[in-house]
């Protein structure tokens, strides 16, 4: 709900319709079952209101005021994603707003939310997209701070058709009858029976299908109409613009047409026949418990070989499977579902998809299964259809708009948020087509992302590119706290996206009591002959990681006369070695500053070296900065004399755990490793395992 000054007969028209439909519905069981307000202006947005209690709802809806601000644009998009976030799947959600949005950005989230849990959105606009006021009694106008595009209002019609909801353009004086439509699309047990939309001006004509589960039937038109003729299945006919009565009642609102069948309804085919000017959109919604879920699936040969759920959009070029479950058939209702039909945006067949059960005894829930060599490519929605008891054409039509795509987003990984850290969400990017440039944008609802985006792609032709995301969750964040991530992308020169939903929780942080580790990346020099060791060195480097949640702290040479230096990412480390980027941090300690140059060096055999170094007798170096707390390597390298053939490095993670990693030049050829540890609490687990390499040098820990 837009809370600025412009809006106060939208306000008021939400108000009364919600305490009609609470006060309609107080006595029997059909109320909604969650209750969400979002109001939005600029720059603010939220709270989000959300209740069980029909009674506090009406008080957080008595509550809202229409002041302040008063000119384009407004925060329309965040409160959107709020709601959806907040909303469960198959939510109706309602927006009144006469501004444009001011966070397009938010665009691709908001429509990878809605088709992910398949949530309507139907905009009331009470404001003219030419903004050419007519007649008189208009709202007091907006301040503008630039001339507005007649299309600025583009992205809500798109949201609304991917949706399968409305966008009514109204006026003030029309906005209470028009949101009737809040009304009647929020009663109970609701299906859709008939989505359309149509840019034609030529003669449009729909169908849709009654059957004896159905027990009334409203048909929503937005547009301008000149002609609307409704014929029964018994082939009589009213013209609904000039003419009352036999077949329906239509109400004729600015933006909006309201037909409601009257009593008795006909079982069978119903036709709609119309002349506009412009877009129309048609939307034929009844009361029936009857109606269906479904999802995209692909064969699974894994593990567990079968069906597995297709997340996003579906693979262009990619055989696909149609799953079904009908909902809501009594154990003394008769059914058959023969087929799926894939329909495009203005109502048209574009493939029909058998299903593997006919059966008459077809029960609630009962999973239908379809087949697709490959699903159309062109937007598309999904109506099952079969036969009542009665031998009546069933149909539901589930309104939400597919779009094949060439490119697929593979969540890696779904890990918890700890209070206090950083959380690395993995994921591939998977091309089904020629090779192209992408983009990629991420967003939460909670603002825990580092950064959003966009980042840009390249992906070979079949190919894929991996790429993470980092979220830093606040340190006062509550456990058992829910984040809703987004990650989309798009390619460049086409319409072509997909996108992924993350649903992450906030969890308590465990105990760390797992000390660092030093693994040993490369040998770079070995010494000759113990006789021979005056002039000669021995090098070594190693990748120092933490392994709990604690990040590193500290780094101290406890014994040796060598030199410990810091690296960056070796620029070509051999094989598949942990090369990670690490920022400079912006705050060093003191000893650190007093050991470090005023910039990078790049150090032998392809390392960059951050410099401070660390020899014996200086004190610990707080490395905390270097690695951002994330749980990534750090690169160091011991250069030692060959005289001095052994070194000792102490690490220590931010809960105190220390590891003693012992460093030897050797001319055997092999690694002892020997891991013991100590913790803050004073225990002392000892662990052996002998790995034998073709290295010369050792490496290995003993406790303290």
């Known amino acids: 709900m837009d809370t600025t000054g412009s809006m106060f007969e939208e306000i008021t028209a939400a108000r009364l319709r919600a305490h009609a439909i609470i006060q309609a519905r107080a006595s029997t069981p059909e109320q909604p079952g969650t209750f969400l307000l979002v109001p939005f202006h600029d720059p603010g947005v939220g709270p989000v209101y959300e209740t069980e209690k029909p009674e506090e709802f009406m008080s957080y809806m008595e509550n809202l005021m229409a002041l302040g601000g008063g000119d384009e644009p407004e925060m329309c998009l965040s409160a959107i994603q709020l709601a959806l976030t907040h909303s469960p799947p198959l939510s109706e959600i309602f927006v009144f707003t006469d501004a444009s949005p001011k966070d397009a950005h938010l665009y691709n989230a908001v429509r990878a939310l809605i088709l992910e849990k398949q949530c309507k959105v139907t905009f009331l606009l009470t404001e003219d997209p030419s903004h050419k006021m007519k007649g008189s009694g208009r709202k007091r106008r907006r301040r503008r701070r630039e001339t507005l595009s007649p299309d600025r209002f583009a992205l809500y019609s798109s949201l609304s058709s991917v949706s399968g909801?409305?966008?009514?353009?109204?006026?003030?004086?029309?906005?209470?009858?028009?949101?009737?439509?809040?009304?009647?699309?929020?009663?109970?047990?609701?299906?859709?029976?008939?989505?359309?939309?149509?840019?034609?001006?030529s003669d449009l004509s729909h169908s849709f299908s009654v059957d004896n589960a159905v027990k009334s039937v409203t048909l929503h038109l937005t547009g301008d109409l000149r002609q609307c003729v409704l014929s029964s299945p018994t082939d009589r006919t009213q013209s609904l613009l000039n003419q009352q009565g036999p077949l329906a009642e239509c109400e004729q609102f600015q933006g909006l047409y309201r037909i409601s069948l009257l009593s008795p309804i006909e079982p069978g085919q119903w036709h709609l026949n119309t002349i506009a000017d412009g877009h129309v959109t048609f939307n034929a919604i009844a009361d029936s418990n009857v109606d269906f879920l479904y999802y995209f699936a692909v064969e699974a040969n894994g593990t567990h070989p079968g069906l597995a759920r297709v997340e996003g959009s579906p693979i262009a070029g990619v055989p696909t499977f149609l799953v079904l479950a009908v909902t809501g058939l009594s154990p003394n209702e008769e059914a058959s579902f023969s087929h799926v039909t894939l329909l495009g945006a203005n109502g048209e067949s574009l493939q029909k998809v058998w299903l593997n059960s006919s059966s008459s005894s077809a029960s609630s829930g009962e999973e239908l299964v379809g087949w697709m060599a490959s699903v159309p490519r062109v937007p598309f929605c999904v109506r099952l259809s079969g036969r009542d008891g009665g031998g009546n054409r069933l149909e539901r039509v589930s309104t939400e708009m597919i779009q094949h795509t060439h490119i697929k987003i593979q969540v890696l990984s779904v890990p918890c948020l700890v209070p206090g850290h950083s959380t690395t969400v993995f994921f591939d990017v998977q091309n089904h087509g020629p090779a192209r440039n992408l983009t990629l944008t991420a967003d939460d609802d909670r603002g825990y992302l580092s950064q959003r985006g966009p980042h840009s792609l390249y992906v070979g032709e079949t190919g894929s590119v991996r790429g993470e995301v980092e979220l830093q969750t606040p340190k006062g964040a509550e456990a058992g706290g829910a984040v809703?991530?987004?990650?989309?992308?798009?390619?460049?020169?086409?319409?072509?996206?997909?996108?992924?939903?993350?649903?992450?929780?906030?969890?308590?942080?465990?105990?760390?009591?797992?000390?660092?580790?030093?693994?040993?990346?490369?040998?770079?020099?070995?010494?000759?002959?113990?006789?021979q060791c005056t002039g000669a060195r021995w090098t070594v480097s190693l990748a120092v990681t933490d392994r709990g949640r604690s990040g590193l702290a500290s780094l101290q040479l406890s014994k040796g006369q060598g030199i410990l230096t810091l690296l960056h990412s070796p620029t070509d480390p051999p094989g598949d070695s942990l090369e990670e980027n690490q920022p400079t941090p912006k705050h060093k300690p003191q000893n650190q500053r007093d050991r470090e140059r005023t910039s990078p060096a790049h150090g032998e055999n392809g390392y960059a070296e951050l410099d401070p170094r660390l020899v014996q007798g200086n004190p610990p170096l707080n490395v905390a900065q270097w690695t951002g707390g994330l749980p990534k390597p750090l690169w160091v390298r011991y250069t030692s004399p060959c005289c001095s053939p052994q070194a000792e490095l102490l690490v220590w993670d931010g809960a105190g755990n220390v590891r003693r990693c012992h460093l030897t030049s050797s001319q055997q050829r092999g690694i002892r490793e020997r891991s013991g540890v100590s913790n803050k609490a004073g225990e002392m687990p000892l662990q052996s395992c002998f790995l034998l390499f073709s290295l010369l040098s050792l490496i290995w820990t003993v406790p303290l």
């Open 165 to 201: 909801g409305l966008t009514v353009f109204t006026t003030n004086s029309d906005i209470h009858r028009v949101s009737a439509i809040v009304e009647d699309n929020t009663a109970a047990d609701k299906v859709t029976l008939l989505h359309a939309e149509s840019d034609s001006d």
């Open 484 to 531: 809703t991530m987004t990650l989309t992308v798009r390619v460049l020169d086409s319409l072509d996206s997909n996108y992924a939903v993350l649903h992450l929780t906030v969890v308590p942080p465990d105990p760390d009591m797992s000390p660092p580790s030093c693994s040993i990346m490369r040998v770079e020099h070995t010494c000759p002959g113990p006789s």
